[in-house]
């Protein structure tokens, strides 16, 4: 009897001190996967930094290198300055989405949205062989944070470019409206995606774009389509890819539209 009550109790404790164990592990794989999600936060806010960085210090360069030109001199730093507060707008709006912060929808035309993507841009797709079509309803509109929307645009439409940067192609970018949502679409014909790799496309740290594969200035980090995808997400939309190597790629995003009475 003894012995039995004795192997009771040397189990108990070593069920207790399992347990203890267990919670303690619980604790630190929760304050692992809050530093992960901090440097994901990181990795996106700085990726979505570089693609804003890159027409400033174009439009800084043009008014350096032209000192004599005051006309072209106004019109870059007036360039810079529109861009600039739309960077910082953009990362306001970046560690709102980060912080899962309400953020303000608005109903918005999303002809305004491209436009201004390629008044941002600053280079001239024409010049990378590049032809850019869009067919957009003018009247057409989104109810969504502008800014974010604006992004997801953004940065598919710097993947399509550097797809076709190899030899040049068709760009192009056309929306919908349907019964309660609207749909978006921005299509290349560019290098395509490998039908294996469809699946981790929106994948954070996935990428595609190695030094072997881009001639893209940099090397992609695998978190453009995953901070497209978070926002989507948030939109409580869909976004999604259709693809096959050496044909182009056509990423589709659809947005539902308000309900009457639920604004």
Known sequence: MASITGNRLSLHRRLQFLQEHNNSLKSRI?????????GTISYMIAHEINNLLTPLSSYAAL??????DKDLIEKALQKTVKNSARAAKIMESMLSLANGEEQEMKETQLNTLVKEIFTCLCRD???DGIVVQTDIPEDLCLWCVPVQIQQVIMNLILN???AMLR???VLTIKATEITDAVQIEVADTGDGIEPAHLTSIFDSFFTTKTNNSSISKHTGCGLGLAFCKKIIDAHHGLISVESEPNKGSAFKITLPKPQPGSI
């Open 167 to 169: 030899r040049g192609g």
């Open 160 to 162: 399509a470019r550097d």
């Open 63 to 68: 008014a350096l290198n032209n000192p004599d």
């Open 125 to 127: 797709f024409k010049k």
């Open 30 to 38: 929760s304050q692992l996967q809050h530093l992960a999600n901090i």
